[in-house]
């Protein structure tokens, strides 16, 4: 009965292979989150869905691409991967008109 | 560009005590506040929001905010070791807009 899950829980890779990350909530919200944290602990927003549509993009590279098949579903796809992409990956989701966040477990990318 | 400022500690306390933790915030548009608590290798987790001025409680948690001077506090009573771990502070402003994060103070909690 997990409320907000992702997959894989751990990522290592090579750079510059592609990789992607599995997001699903089943809280029954509307939108939903990509956030970033990096090794100093920063929580960062990446991306933003509200039923599907992308409504927030905050300036990350054309190599980070999500997908929201439906909108309890939310995956990043990154390409090219880089050194600097090692970070921890959360989803997060809330209603639309709520901003009381909910975040999954988190997905610890490793980029050697 | 919204900016949010916290004390990234460690704050230390014995068990018992009241912890108070800080943030100060940029952005005057801000409209929502929010505490997240995260243990080291987990995700964020809500414990408190406050909308407006004011005190809000919830348990041994008192969040507080003042608009006029921009600046949200926690206050945890009785502490006890279990809330030891580091404390975010969250806002946003209306409509869709997403949360903009400190980058978090470091509590301690002393048995």
């Known amino acids: 009965d997990t409320a907000v899950s992702q997959t894989p829980k751990y990522l290592v890779t090579q750079m510059g292979n592609d990789k992607s990350i599995k997001c699903e909530q089943n809280?029954?919200?509307?939108?939903m989150y990509w956030y970033k944290q990096d090794s100093k602990k920063f929580l960062k927003i990446m991306f933003s869905?509200?039923?599907?549509?992308?409504?927030i993009n905050e300036t990350v590279p054309n190599r980070f691409s999500p997908k929201s098949p439906d909108k309890a579903h939310l995956n990043l796809h990154i390409n090219s991967l880089e050194l600097g992409d090692s970070a921890v990956y959360f989803c997060?989701?809330?209603?639309?008109?709520?901003?009381?966040?909910?975040f999954g477990p988190g997905t610890r990318l490793t980029v050697t | 560009q919204k900016e949010v400022e916290q004390n990234s500690g460690p704050l230390s306390v014995p068990e018992g005590a009241i912890a108070s933790l800080n943030c100060t915030y940029s952005?005057?548009?801000?409209?929502?506040f929010f505490w997240y608590r995260q243990y080291s290798g987990k995700s964020p987790e809500l414990i408190m929001f406050?909308?407006?001025?004011g005190d809000k409680e919830d348990g041994r948690f008192t969040a507080q905010l003042n608009k006029a001077s921009q600046y949200v506090s926690l206050l945890i009573r009785d502490s006890q070791p279990s809330d030891s771990a580091t404390y975010l502070c969250?806002?946003?402003?209306?409509?869709?807009?997403?949360?903009?994060f400190g980058k978090g103070t470091m509590l301690l909690v002393s048995p």
């Open positions: 809280l029954g919200h509307d939108t």
């Open positions: 997060a989701s809330s209603q639309p008109l709520s901003r009381e966040q909910y």
């Open positions: 969250a806002l946003s402003a209306s409509g869709y807009s997403t949360l903009t």
């Open positions: 869905y509200n039923n599907k549509e992308l409504i």
């Open positions: 406050i909308y407006s001025n």
């Open positions: 952005d005057r548009d801000s409209q929502s």
